[in-house]
């Protein structure tokens, strides 16, 4: 294995040192490093991170390999400074048994482009009326700690109760998609003014918050660990925040796409805009971001979800919800939080890497920038700007709601335990 040297990136935004990289781990850090036989990469200027990690990702492999593979999707994500992924378990099959995991898992050792983290199914077919296999997975090839049927609530709370129970036994996490489903029957977008003008059916925060706070209190009362995917609203923020401060073992986290963009997207009714939960208001995206900067919410979640065209390209009512997120994660992060001043360099880290990862419990990666730790870096020119294009994205979709919009940060190089897979800002292969 060729081993490199990264001559001036600044690890956590801080002092410029070299970075000599030795199979696989960080072998020193220092001022003016050489080493014969290595690959120098030129990286003044280049901010350091561990690499990124991300808790929700979908794949579409198994099922809709026109959407989306595993392959796809890690090329993406390697070139979004990804290292591991988490892969949603509403696959076709669905991810509800080990060999489904274990098929999942072997397609990303395959790809190697990042370490791709089978989520597992909560219930069977994502059916929400019995628990899935939930210890086989856990102690299957793909070592699953995360359990959810994202795009579906667990809504039945003696379930969801069992399954908080279960997943203790193996230090697992379940991670709810909160959506109480009797409250959004035919939802189209963010329930308010600007809903009742189009004249489309609302997505009412209470059917998040009602669920949040349901859950909350059952993982307290089992001593169990809750994750919350994709918070979207102010109250969704202040229940989160009551449950740590009473020391409930929550976690939750934010896409990109709420930190950025509001509920006024769907005036073009494009339905690149449609998304579930739905894009909100200007006081909650003010309240996700402060939620994440004083960390309340936990991590960045992409929830890329890439849709082909037949199912995106239609009008609104009859649209898939959902958007790419990978190659656009760290950049929305840098234009929302990083550059407003509500997160230093550290705390993206944190936030994208240290934190997923433990959540994840995944050993090897959100690990420090130092000797002897496994190379997983992501260098990241955080002067950069670029015009998104969606045709130039390496996912087999195109559902970009960031089309056409200029965003800072561009990554230049990823590795993955000392390999390249992202080099002079393009894909190795
Ligand atoms: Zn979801």
């Known amino acids: 294995m060729t081993n490199h040297l990264i001559k001036g990136a600044k690890p956590l935004g801080g002092d410029a040192v070299d970075i000599l990289i030795k199979d696989g781990r960080i072998a020193a850090i220092g001022d003016s490093l050489s080493a014969t036989g290595a690959e120098v990469v030129e990286a003044a200027g280049l901010v350091a991170l561990p690499g990124l990690v991300d808790l929700h990702t979908h794949l579409r492999e198994p099922g809709r390999e026109d959407a989306e593979t595993v392959e796809t999707g890690s090329r993406a994500a390697a070139l979004g400074g990804f290292t591991a992924v988490h892969a949603m378990a509403n ?22 482009l990042v370490d791709v983290v089978p989520v597992g199914a909560v219930t069977v077919g994502l059916a929400g009326e019995r628990l899935a296999e939930l210890g086989a997975m856990a102690d299957s090839a793909a070592r699953v700690r995360v359990f959810s049927d994202d795009g579906h609530c667990v809504s039945d709370p003696a379930l969801m109760r069992r399954a908080l129970e279960y997943v203790k036994a193996f230090d697992g996490v379940v991670a709810q998609h909160a959506e109480e489903p009797r409250l959004t029957v035919g939802a189209q977008m963010h329930e308010g003014d600007r809903s009742a003008r189009l004249g489309l059916t609302g997505w009412p925060a209470a059917a998040e918050e009602a669920i949040i706070a349901r859950d909350v209190l059952l993982a307290e009362h089992v001593g169990a660990r809750l994750h919350v995917c994709h918070v979207s609203t102010a109250g969704s923020v202040e229940i989160l925040r009551w449950a740590k401060s009473r020391g409930v073992q929550v976690t939750a ?22 998304v579930n939960p739905p894009l909100r208001t200007e006081a909650d995206i003010e309240a996700l971001r402060a939620g994440l900067a004083d960390g309340t919410i936990d991590a960045v979640g992409t929830d890329h979800a890439p849709h082909a065209v037949e199912d995106k390209e239609s009008e609104w009512a009859s649209a898939r919800p959902g958007m790419l997120g990978l190659e656009q994660a760290l950049s929305v992060v840098i234009e929302t939080m990083v550059e407003p001043g509500r997160l230093d360099w550290a705390g993206v880290a944190d936030r994208m890497s240290v934190r997923p990862a433990a959540i994840g419990r995944l050993d090897g990666h959100g690990r420090p920038i130092a000797p002897g730790e496994p190379a997983n870096l992501v260098l990241v020119d955080p002067a950069a700007r670029a015009t998104v294009d969606p045709a130039a994205l390496a996912s087999r979709s195109r559902n970009s709601p960031y089309a056409g919009r200029e965003l800072p940060g561009r990554v230049v190089a990823t590795f993955l335990r000392g390999t390249p897979t992202v080099l002079d800002g393009k894909a190795v292969r």
């Open 253 to 274: 986290e934010v896409t990109p796409h709420h930190l950025l963009l509001t509920d006024a997207c769907a005036e073009s009714y494009d339905p690149v805009f449609k």
């Open 91 to 112: 696959t076709d099959p669905v991810a509800d048994t080990a060999g489904v995991v274990e098929q999942v898992w072997r397609l990303g050792q395959e790809a190697g």
